[in-house]
């Protein structure tokens, strides 16, 4: 007769280990579809953090009247390919990625409107591409306003392929969704904001204003 506790044998053993490891396999891919969303979703979030910085140190300069003028490029964000004006500033969603050989560099504002200005948000590092449509002034040259956008990549992904963008197509940023890759497989910018930089103390301004197209 068998005995009850005679425990299990090697066949056993190995049809016990061979389920385990199956449903270890089975669990690995849903595990790494979270991390990798998580990441993802995570640097959105640094991404739009950096880029409000960004509007948001172009603004005050306006705003507590720093004497901006048309000839003072060195404090303004680079213009770009696009002919956008105030009340127009969405026509720049077409202004080309950075697809430049060494498109990141360490500055305050990049050089043109396809560079980008490396930013360190809690030891991660992204790239930022800021530039402006058309420029306002006054009679004297002071800047009364301009159009800005502000791209946020992470660095691993740039340069942008030349073949991974249509030529004059408006450029979005990622969406926060499930996904399996990292962040060199994301060729759109993790965050797109775009304003107006106005003057708010002269009264110029207001009939350069028109609303936005969306």
Not at 43 to 54: D, H, K, L, V
Not at 70 to 85: F, K, R, Y
Not at 107 to 117: D, G, K, N, V
Not at 135 to 143: R, W
Request: glycine share 6%; with cysteine; charged share 15%.
């Amino acid at each position: 007769m068998t005995r009850p506790d005679r425990g299990l044998t090697l066949l056993e053993c190995v049809i016990a280990i061979l389920v385990v490891n199956l449903t270890l396999a089975m669990l690995a891919a849903p595990l790494l579809l979270v991390a990798a969303t998580r990441l993802r979703n995570n640097r959105i979030n640094q991404a739009t953090e950096i880029a409000r910085g960004e509007i948001d140190r172009l603004r005050v300069m306006m705003e507590q009247g720093v004497t901006v003028r048309g000839t003072s490029t060195s404090l303004l964000p680079p213009e770009s390919a696009v002919a956008a004006t105030l009340g127009n500033a969405a026509a720049l969603s077409t202004q080309p990625p950075p697809t430049g050989p060494n498109p990141i560099a360490s500055c305050t504002l990049p050089s043109s409107a396809t560079m980008t200005c490396e930013r360190q948000l809690n030891n991660t590092r992204f790239a930022v591409q800021i530039y402006r449509g058309q420029v306002v002034t006054d009679g004297n040259g002071l800047v009364l306003g301009y159009p800005v956008q502000v791209r946020v990549y992470s660095a691993e992904a740039l340069p942008v392929p030349p073949d991974a963008v249509s030529s004059g197509q408006p450029i979005s940023q990622a969406t926060a969704m499930m996904t399996s890759g990292g962040p060199e497989s994301e060729r759109r910018p993790l965050v797109v904001l775009t304003t107006e930089i106005v003057r708010a103390d002269a009264a110029e301004t207001l009939s350069y204003l028109k609303p936005s197209t969306p």
